[in-house]
């Protein structure tokens, strides 16, 4: 069974852009969620996508967007880019939206702004 | 204020050498996951524990739940270089979504 697959893996762009990230979860898993990982905060929850629905957001500001397909796959957006935005972003699928929320994480979109 | 509090942040060790590290909280969970992350790769899951005072082993890791639910510890028995990663905790709280909260890690180094 494929796993988590995210493109692009490494991208460079420019303050004040727009990037879209793509995440294509493992087959037959429903829900998807976005984080935000670097060195000083962690892992910072973004948003999470269900059935097409967001469930979750996280404290992000309204830059950053997000959406579901009806083949599970999720894009998220980040628009006007500042350099803080700077980040590793994984996205994760789970098997279904419920207690044991087991994430299996794709390799991550490594974003540099500059 | 860190939902999920883990303990050290950074661990340097010599192959061969136990260790155990913590993740707590003052918040109750349904379910805790660990996860190692590697340079340039996303996390993976190893465990889930769910019922307190589980204890799951996976070959030298063993992992334990609190009774309450609280905290989990990590113990690696003979650490081998190939340990060497991020290890990430993270749960679900008891009465709020689904969402995963995650601890910031423990950076652990082995050395040959």
Same mark, same amino acid.
């Given at each position: 069974?494929?796993? #988590?697959?995210?493109?692009?893996?490494?991208?460079?762009?420019?303050?004040?852009? !727009? #990037?879209?990230?793509?995440?294509?979860?493992?087959?037959?898993?429903?829900?998807?969620?976005?984080?935000?990982?670097?060195?000083?905060?962690?892992? !910072?929850?973004?948003?999470?996508?269900?059935?097409?629905?967001?469930?979750?957001?996280?404290?992000?500001?309204?830059?950053?967007?997000?959406?579901?397909?009806?083949?599970?796959?999720?894009?998220?957006?980040?628009?006007?880019?500042?350099?803080?935005?700077?980040?590793?972003?994984?996205?994760?699928?789970?098997?279904?939206?419920?207690?044991?929320?087991?994430?299996?994480?794709?390799?991550?979109?490594?974003?540099?702004? #500059? | 204020?860190?939902?999920?509090?883990?303990?050290?942040?950074?661990?340097?060790?010599?192959? $061969?050498?136990?260790?155990?590290?913590?993740?707590?909280?003052?918040?109750?969970?349904?379910?805790?996951?660990?996860?190692?992350?590697?340079?340039?790769?996303?996390?993976? @899951?190893? +465990?889930?524990?769910?019922?307190? $005072?589980? +204890?799951?082993? @996976?070959?030298? @890791?063993? &992992?334990?739940?609190? =009774?309450?639910?609280?905290?989990?510890?990590?113990?690696?028995?003979?650490?081998?270089?190939? =340990?060497?990663?991020?290890?990430?905790?993270? $749960?679900? +709280?008891?009465?709020?979504?689904?969402? @995963?909260? &995650?601890?910031? $890690?423990?950076?652990?180094? +082995?050395?040959?």
């Amino acid at each position: 069974k494929a796993g #988590v697959t995210q493109t692009p893996r490494y991208l460079i762009k420019t303050r004040g852009q !727009q #990037v879209t990230l793509s995440c294509s979860p493992i087959s037959g898993h429903r829900s998807v969620s976005w984080y935000q990982q670097t060195p000083g905060q962690g892992l !910072q929850f973004l948003f999470e996508y269900f059935s097409e629905t967001q469930r979750n957001k996280g404290n992000f500001p309204g830059r950053f967007s997000g959406r579901q397909f009806s083949n599970s796959r999720s894009e998220m957006n980040v628009s006007t880019l500042e350099l803080g935005d700077s980040a590793l972003y994984l996205c994760a699928s789970s098997p279904s939206q419920g207690i044991l929320t087991e994430a299996f994480f794709g390799q991550g979109t490594r974003l540099t702004v #500059v | 204020t860190q939902l999920l509090e883990q303990s050290p942040q950074f661990l340097s060790i010599q192959e $061969g050498e136990n260790l155990t590290v913590y993740c707590n909280s003052s918040s109750v969970f349904s379910s805790l996951q660990w996860y190692r992350q590697e340079p340039g790769e996303g996390p993976v @899951l190893l +465990v889930t524990v769910v019922t307190g $005072g589980e +204890v799951k082993k @996976l070959k030298r @890791l063993t &992992f334990q739940f609190g =009774d309450a639910r609280k905290d989990s510890s990590l113990h690696i028995t003979a650490a081998q270089p190939g =340990d060497t990663g991020l290890y990430l905790c993270a $749960g679900n +709280v008891i009465g709020a979504n689904s969402k @995963l909260t &995650f601890g910031k $890690g423990i950076t652990l180094s +082995v050395r040959p």
